[in-house]
């Protein structure tokens, strides 16, 4: 049955999720899946047992608007103890079904009819679709291929009276990179005097290498008290496919992001709520988390390395990019797809993270898998 009326979209430029599309044809040619930013091994069993705990003890019912309290108190202490930033769990805590929930949300309850954001690009392919919902335009700044470095001095070149919102990510999807203290202090200097609120995409906060620290923005006064954080225990926990984060604001802005979030879910998973208070307790969970994946990205670099692949720099996340540009100078999203078709490997094309689709002939692939998982795949990339 089709609508024979006329539906105008509100987004007419936009298809697809590449990750859904990455993914489909990933099982369609029964292909090993580096393109989905989700693991392949199994998460904590006592953190599951906690979940179970909470189910059979009946909690499984609304939680409040905001998220259980006993979380958002957890969620505070690790905060201060981390960067040393004090937030009210009462007032300034949300917990959202997921990452990009959190930052739907907080986009909506800030940014308006002809507001500007500044977007950093590449990058994570729903927030530029959430800034045009909500009539805003995003106004572009490319980092620097192949480190992704900023310059700060062109990027202050874009605020205006119109800016409302600049967008960062730290650790990177989809490059890897990070942001330094020097970076923070460059940002917070050039906002000195205006009204532009930063939020702050740190989903992968726990995941950075080579002895380098975590510079969420909470370590930065002048920052924090203008910027909203959004993290997610998906990544930290590796349970991805419970859409579980949590949002950072000041008492102000934290009051307007509730109020769009609670007519777009009300509250988020119940149970696991609960579990995650418990489960923040074992600081060595999340602590030994960087560790954990540097010891896979060393292990995936030693794999392809020799093959004619170009390994680009990876500080955090659990993404690698490689450049192809040796072997071929198919567009990035056709070779992607021959990848997946031809030599069972599916990664995602880097040019859909720009809106100008710029391609520098690299692709991203997932290290977060069984190192046999990444054997296998390696096996493959070094074939082409």
């Known amino acids: 049955m089709i609508f024979s009326g006329t539906v105008k979209s509100k987004l007419p430029n936009t298809g697809t999720t590449i990750f859904s599309v ?6 369609e040619h029964k292909s090993i899946n580096l393109a989905q930013g989700f693991p392949d091994f199994a998460c904590s069993k006592e953190l599951i ?4 705990k909470y189910m059979v003890k009946g909690l499984n019912q609304y939680a409040p608007m905001p998220g259980v309290m006993k979380l ?19 007032k300034e805590i949300t917990i959202t079904p997921g990452g990009t929930h959190a930052i739907y949300a907080a986009i909506s309850a800030v940014v308006g009819e002809g507001d500007e954001v500044v977007v950093l690009e590449p990058c994570y392919d729903s927030y530029v679709p959430a800034i045009s919902l909500n ?7 490319e980092l620097k291929y192949p480190d992704y470095k900023v310059d700060w001095e062109e990027v202050k070149k874009l ?11 730290t ?3 989809p490059t890897g990179a990070i942001l330094t203290d020097q970076d923070m202090l460059k940002l917070q200097k050039i906002l000195d005097n205006t009204d532009v609120i930063v939020l702050s995409d740190e989903v992968y906060e726990h995941i950075i290498f080579d002895k380098q620290i975590h510079q969420s923005v909470a370590r930065f006064p002048k920052l924090s008290e203008r910027s909203i954080i959004i993290s997610s225990f998906g990544k930290t926990y590796h349970t991805t496919g419970w859409k579980m984060g949590y949002v950072l604001a000041p008492e102000n802005i ?20 609960y579990a995650l208070a418990d489960y923040l307790e074992n600081e060595a969970a999340y602590l030994s988390l960087g560790q954990f994946y540097e010891e896979k990205r060393n292990y995936f670099q030693k794999l392809v390395r020799g093959s004619n692949f170009k390994i ?29 078709k031809e030599h069972k490997i599916a990664s995602i094309p880097t040019s859909v993270f720009y809106h100008k689709n710029n391609d520098n002939n690299v692709l991203r692939f997932c290290f977060a898998k069984e190192n046999e998982t990444l054997e296998k795949a390696a096996e493959q990339l070094m074939k082409v």
Do not use: W
Request: proline share 4%.
């Open 72 to 90: 958002r108190e957890r969620i505070a202490e690790k905060t201060e103890k981390l960067y040393g930033a004090k937030f009210d769990p009462d």
């Open 254 to 273: 934290t009051k307007e992001i509730r109020k769009v979030h609670q007519f777009m879910a009300f509250s988020a998973n119940t149970p696991i709520q």
């Open 135 to 141: 009539g805003a335009k995003a106004v572009f700044y």
């Open 49 to 52: 047992s906690l979940v179970n």
């Open 171 to 173: 650790p990177h999807n």
């Open 22 to 27: 990455m993914t489909a044809l990933a099982q």
């Open 312 to 340: 680009l720099p990876c500080h955090g996340s659990y993404f690698q990019l490689l450049n192809y540009a040796k072997i071929t100078q198919e567009r990035d999203i056709e070779f992607a797809a021959r990848l997946t």
């Open 159 to 169: 605020i205006n009276f119109k800016t409302r919102m600049i967008m960062i990510n």
